[in-house]
Each structure stands twice: as C-alpha cells, then as structure tokens.
Nanobody
Framework: QVQLVESGGGLVQAGGSLRLSCAAS????????MGWFRQAPGKEREFVAA????????YYADSVKGRFTISRDNAKNTVYLQMNSLKPEDTAVYYC??????????????WGQGTQVTVSS
C-alpha cells in the first residue's frame, strides 16, 4: 500500500510559478512510476506529467510542455512538479499518482487527495 500526500498548491498570478510536492509512504517508492494529473471545475481529470522509476524519462501533456517539469528524489520518497509561466487555464486540483510499473503504463494504482492551484489573470 502506498499513501500519497500532495502539497505546495496555492494562489498565484498569471506568469508566476509554483512547485508541487508529493510525499509517498512505503519502501518501494523507487520502483514506482509517478504522475501528476489535474481536474478543473466541470472537466474530467487529465494527465499532466509522468516520470519513470529512475527519473531518467519524463512525459508531458502538450498543454504544459516547456512550462512544467516533473522530477523525483527517491531518497526522499518525493516527486515534484515545477510549474512556470502559469496561465489561468492551469487552475485545477492537482493529483499525484503512483503506478506499480517502472515505466508509466497508463494504469495508476494509488492516488493522493489533491492540492488546489488557482491562477489569477
């Protein structure tokens, strides 16, 4: 069992930056792929970014490519999402997720509770 706790959300002006963190419990963190998703009001949850077990490969949605960076620190059991050049359309609840596979498979086994990100124009 893995528990995920997100932090770092908040209110920021357009063009600003935030860094989200997701702390994971359990001894097998370094064997999991990790991902970030978001859900805006009235919309379905969507993929944002993912990273493989070592941090050597990262994947991004087109909407955030070049602005967001996913990274992980396996010694700290933590995955990060650095968000730069934020836009009002980035406003959403951001969720962290874990996949048992070393490479993201598209099947996410564990989810955090989410953290709110609000970008004002």
């Amino acid at each position: 069992q893995v528990q995920l706790v997100e932090s770092g959300g908040g209110l920021v002006q357009a063009g600003g930056s935030l860094r989200l963190s997701c702390a994971a419990s359990g001894r097998s963190f370094s064997s999991y792929s990790m991902g970030w998703f978001r859900q805006a009001p009235g919309k379905e949850r969507e993929f944002v970014a993912a990273i493989n077990w070592s941090g050597g490969s990262a994947y991004y949605a087109d909407s955030v490519k070049g602005r967001f960076t996913i990274s992980r620190d396996n010694a700290k059991n933590t995955v990060y999402l650095q968000m730069n050049s934020l836009k009002p359309e980035d406003t959403a609840v951001y969720y962290c997720a874990a996949d048992h596979g070393a490479v993201p498979s598209g099947t996410w086994d564990y989810w955090g509770q989410g953290t709110q990100v609000t970008v004002s124009s």
